[in-house]
């Protein structure tokens, strides 16, 4: 997956009315205004009410679901013969302070995302919306991490100087 296709992906998405948030691998490359490696997938976080408009672009483009863990996660794939695209989507569900939540796989321990991890980025040197280092370290945690994860908790590490836990 390269950086144009990260921004083709967020571009269709915009036009469709859909508001977005880049997270994981790219989301991390955003913060940190760089592609420090590959990606297989692109996380995005999405306002919940929107997600049918989010699904048609989608489906309209050509991707197609692959994975379904509603209300917690859905997966849309490019066609084949297509990039490969795999978009690893998360519903957001927003209160009136900015602030949104996100159902888990344990339905009593809900993901939270303050206000304030609603951030921008940059991908191929155009702004995007992520979510903030802050968010990023807080998602890395709880399980052993990959390799992937501690390349990004490090790139977390050298731009911003904040303490990660891996």
Do not use: K, N
């Not at 903030?132 to 050298?158: I, K």
Request: include cysteine; glycine fraction near 8%; charge should be negative.
């Amino acid at each position: 997956m390269t950086a144009d296709d990260v921004l083709s992906v967020l571009a269709l998405l915009r036009r469709a009315g859909a508001e977005v948030w880049v997270g994981g691998g790219w989301g991390i490359d955003a913060l940190v205004g760089e592609q420090t490696r590959e990606h297989r997938d692109l996380d995005l976080m999405h306002r919940r009410e929107q997600e049918p408009a989010l699904v048609a672009a989608l489906a309209e483009a050509g991707f197609v679901e692959s994975l379904d863990q509603r209300p917690v996660r859905f997966v849309m794939t490019a066609p084949d013969g297509g990039p490969g695209i795999d978009l690893d989507l998360h519903p957001l569900v927003f209160a009136t302070d900015g602030s949104a939540t996100q159902a888990s796989f344990e339905p009593d321990s809900p993901f939270h995302y303050p206000a304030s991890c609603f951030v921008t980025g940059t991908i191929a040197d155009t702004p995007v919306p992520c979510l903030s280092a802050e968010q990023q370290v807080h998602f890395h945690q709880g399980y052993t991490p990959t390799p992937r994860d501690r390349h990004d908790m490090a790139q977390l590490r050298r731009v911003f100087g904040i303490a990660t836990h891996f």
